[in-house]
């Protein structure tokens, strides 16, 4: 191996900490969502006897997406950084999820597209509970789009179940 070669692979596995910056933004995104679930938090107790049920519920289910992609966030930059940057030292930390460490890309792809389609659901929810408000035609698409992504999460689990079958000829 040439010394320009080792330099240059040298400097390649170096610059993977350039993704460094990525996964902290993705948690200065979660902070965002703590604070926009606390706002809304708010306004649900501060609606809960003046508000409508309906409401109350588009509210709850607000929350729910609110913490669903907050966790797909910091899935997402916990096994994005252990799998491209660098292992995290805290294995002997008695809060360490079991998942950490174990999540590879494939598995991330299925954990980003399941989360998307939850909260596609979510989303889909709320706008059948506001469901007067909304053309026949926007709920068509709401629910179009929904299945788009079961669709595609259905066919990104298809894709891995035969990449990960052995090869039988």
Known sequence: MSKFERILENWLFRSRWLLAPFFVGLMLAVFALLLKFCKELYFLLAGILSGTPEES?????????????????????????????????????????????????????????????????????????????????????????HLAFVISGVLFAVTDAIADRPNKH
């Open 57 to 145: 519920i588009v509210s709850i289910l607000t929350l729910v997406d609110t913490a669903l992609l907050a966790s797909l966030l910091l899935i997402i930059a916990f096994s994005g950084y252990e799998n491209f940057v660098s292992k995290m030292s805290v294995d002997d930390h008695e809060d360490r999820p079991a998942w950490m460490g174990k999540v590879g890309f494939s598995d991330l792809k299925l954990k980003l597209i399941g989360a998307i389609v939850a909260i596609s659901a979510v989303e889909l929810l709320k706008a059948f509970v506001a469901a007067g408000e909304l053309s026949h035609a926007e709920l068509g698409w709401k629910v179009g789009i």
